[in-house]
């Protein structure tokens, strides 16, 4: 992505509001410990049909369509599971922008993180791509620039907004672990000041399984449970 | 300072540093990990020759892949899950990191385990690769779900590059009318803000309804939240939330504790971006008719689209879940029942399905299935003699996992199967290609399965 300006080609059309994620990548496809292969699972059931064959009239399946490099959905896309895979699955597809009126947040957050630019645009500017998409024979070109911030069309154009930080992961792909590394002192320093005004919260995860160990799982947590009966 | 929200004011104390207008570095008290959002977590930090930051801050669990049939131990055939199940205790010994793994007694859903052992301490901040990661905001805590790269972040840094949220205030006064639940309440809730009604907020409950909630109720109330698109959800601690956590945390100095989570709440005059307000006393069963959880109507209601013709959404739904305009569904077969996940697999649910099944039989021709949230919840319901109810009923009494909630292991409902299920999303294809789904309270799943038609629960006479 680095150094990215303009991201340009073949638009689809999915006009389904709450396309989840579930949709976008079914289970089936998570079953991996890499990133790997998730172009294949991409809108498995809207592609396929329950054979595994092609559905020749979805757009993605069209040969005009082969090269799409955008896509334009409806409101909410990406809303539900929190699972990365959905970015992955459509970045290893070939799309590198999604229009919509808007997105489901971890999906949002996941395509910043992914330099895979989530557009979001108001309704009735994402009604009118969809409208001149449907009224034009041949596959609808769109161009996105980062630069200037716009989406352009042979028929219209629209500005968008990017918060700056999203902008520049985009254009030059920022190591954002490796940045807030730069923090560790602080980030300790913190740590230090929150636990000493809140020691139950040092090392919880670690202090709660040992607990758990050490008085016998099954006969600690009928107590447990006993306590807070009472 | 000026007046602040519960939600400001767990942000504020998490805040490490503050990087620009909208963002600031959150520090993450509790971080949970499953096996198939972490994987590739724990690859990129190795990749990058990085290491865990605070491992003591971390817990994993395998919950999502696990088989649920009831054999001991419990082996996952499926050869590319069994990896990811390795891989995670792999990871989790590698890192120092605890992890109740496949076949540890207590092992269950990741939202399930955490509070039910007292990890989940009020004004916390709780992150997960998982979405329903607001459930926690039932005990005050500030949980949601992150992305796999947001995860490797959090392990590097015990921090979250966080974009604070808009705040949003829904008050539900009267109280639940009976044969209603927290269930009920927030599908309710969701059908009438719409699915995408607090998508950028953090939504804080408050009022009489759900402070009269026990905290497993609140907990099903925060878990859905996120399926009206909330950032997080919150409940102010009240006693009941903090007897709840002191009974399952025995460590904690509950003086100090006590005098830290009473302040844990909104001042008087904290603004909100937007408000809503709830009156549970006229709350009926609800039932979701559609594909999408704001796709939901009271049980004695009818689908939509009856006066002139549906919308698109709304037609596409109707036909996947092969229904018309303007019916009743009451009456519908179902096949399917499945009583379980971490909206609707804890003890207080197992109880009310139990209540409507004693003395009852799963209906012919329907296959009924109950999965505990946890191995603690499975001995507790056998302790007390539900298991023994539901297997006499002939419900398939089965291991703690996720199931047929996301159907990622063997629990799959086949294509034009109609599931009456406890879960929290009727997605197309959710629980199987082609499957449908039609959410509700544990009780109504029940009556569900006893009745082999989608019921209302207030109709069946209770047996002695
Ligand atoms: S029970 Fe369902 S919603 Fe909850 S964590 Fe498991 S799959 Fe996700």
Redesign the interface.
Known sequence: MSGTRTIEGIAAVIDIDNLDTDQIMPKQFLRGIDKSGLDKGLLWDLRFDGAGSPRPDFVLNRPEWAQTRILIGGANFGCGSSREHAVWGLQQFGIGAVIAPGFGEIFQSNAVNNGLLALALAPQEVRALVAEAARSSAPLRVSVDLGDLTVRTPESCFAFHLAARHRQMLQEGIDMIGATLKLQQEIAAFAERHWAARPWLRDVGRRVRQRLDQTGAAATNDEIIARSER | MSSRSLYRKIVD??T??V??E??V?L?C???LMNE??S??AF?GLRA?G?SV???????ATVSH?IPTHAVSPRVIR?P??S??AR?LAANCERH????FDTN???QGIEHVIAP????I?P??VVMC???HTTTYGALGALGF??????V??VL????L?Y?RAQEMRVRVDGSLPQGTTAKDLILMIISRIG??GA??FVVEFCGDAILALSVEARFTLCNMAVEA?A?GALIAPDETAV??VL???????SA??CA?WMQLRSDHDASFDREYSFDASSLAPQVSWG??PDQTIPIDGLTPGSVGHPD??TA?ALDYCGLSPGMSLQGLPVQIVFIGSCTNGR?EDLRAAAAVIRGRRVAHGVRALVVPGS??VQ??AE?EGLARVFVEAGFEWRRPGCSMC???NDDLAE?GERCASTTN?N????QG??AITHLMSPAMAAAAAVTGRIVDVRTLEVLP
């Not at chain 2, 120092?96 to 992890?99: E, M, R, T, V, Y």
């Not at chain 2, 009974?247 to 100095?253: E, L, N, T």
């Not at chain 2, 997605?427 to 959710?430: A, H, L, T, Y």
């Open positions: 104390a998490h490490v540093s990087l620009d909208q963002h570095l520090f008290d509790l971080h198939y959002t994987p590739q690859a990058a990085r930051a605070m491992p003591g801050q971390n817990l892949i499926e590319a899950s990896l990811q891989n120092g990191i605890a992890l540890d007694p207590l039910e052992h007292g990890m301490r004004g916390m690769g998982d979405s779900g992150i992305g796999t790269s947001e490797e972040h590097a840094t015990q921090t590059v974009r699915a995408q998508r950028g698109g950032r007897s709840y009974a399952r945390a025995p460590d904690i100095d100090a504790a830290h594909t999408s698109a959404g596409r003890i191995g603690a001995k507790q302790d996301l159907a990622m294509p999303r997605f197309e294809g959710r290609r082609g």
